[in-house]
């Protein structure tokens, strides 16, 4: 694969790869973890991946690998997940107790390639604690609802009767207020605008947007706050088990 192809596929956020490598836990998917430079390979599975704790959790593997694979480094991992092929490094593993059990334990990959079209994860904002984007307007500030969130850009949810958006608008100073983790000032895009539809009898339409030009602590406060929703789930998941 070129190094084209690589920028094209490759998932850098910290959140995106802990959702996709914790979908492939869900899932059960077996991965091949390729070490000795290459010359050997174990078989193995995600457990868990945690961005908050920087942590990667794999089943413990077959003990004629354990003490080469516990020895190596640059280990070569690849696996699917819904017919996607995915790829990851981790730097080293080591053993480790994973709820009872004999396990393996890894910084969280810092990327991962998904050989297929690449896109942010996304979550979906509670309702119980709403997320808003505050944009400028000439006659005064429109309060949107954010519907989803990722580490790229939001959904905002637009009544008709208030603002009239356009693909391609760009909207500057826009405010976005997220829940316990205060307010980020932003630049966005319009990127989809949907078709027509009724949110509790109002008429409005979904409009994707895409983050413009965002500083490393407005992107970073929003991956915390993306952490927190998926811990929050994950923790309410866990309950339901």
């Given at each position: ?104 334990r890894s910084a969280l990959p810092v ?105 490393e602590g407005e992107r970073k406060r ?20």
């Amino acid at each position: 694969m070129d190094a084209e192809d690589q920028d094209r596929y490759r998932v850098d956020c910290a959140i995106e790869v802990a959702a996709i490598l914790q979908a492939m836990a869900h899932s059960r998917s077996l991965v091949t973890a390729w070490y000795g430079g290459g010359s050997a390979f174990a078989l193995t599975a995600v457990l868990e991946a945690d961005a908050g704790r920087d942590e990667l959790i794999l089943d413990q593997v077959h003990e004629e690998h354990a003490p080469r694979l516990l020895a190596s480094h640059g280990i070569q991992c690849t696996g699917t997940h819904n017919g996607v092929e995915i790829r990851f490094v981790v730097e080293s593993v080591e053993p480790v107790l994973f709820q009872g059990v004999a396990a393996l334990r890894s910084a969280l990959p810092v990327r991962l390639l998904r050989l297929q079209r690449r896109e942010y994860f996304r979550v979906v904002t509670p309702a119980e604690a709403p997320v808003t984007c505050m944009i400028p307007a000439v006659a005064a500030p429109i309060e949107a609802p954010v519907l989803d969130i990722s580490c790229g850009g939001l959904a905002l949810w637009i009544s008709q009767d208030v603002l009239a958006l356009e693909r391609g608008t760009i909207l500057r100073g826009c405010r976005l207020r997220l829940p316990h983790f205060g307010t980020v000032e932003i630049d966005i895009r319009v990127v989809r605008v949907g078709e027509p539809s009724f949110t509790a009898g109002v008429a409005g339409r979904r409009c994707g947007c895409a983050f413009v030009g965002m500083g490393e602590g407005e992107r970073k406060r929003v991956q915390r706050y993306i952490i927190e929703l998926e811990r929050c789930r994950n923790s309410r998941l866990s309950g339901l088990r």
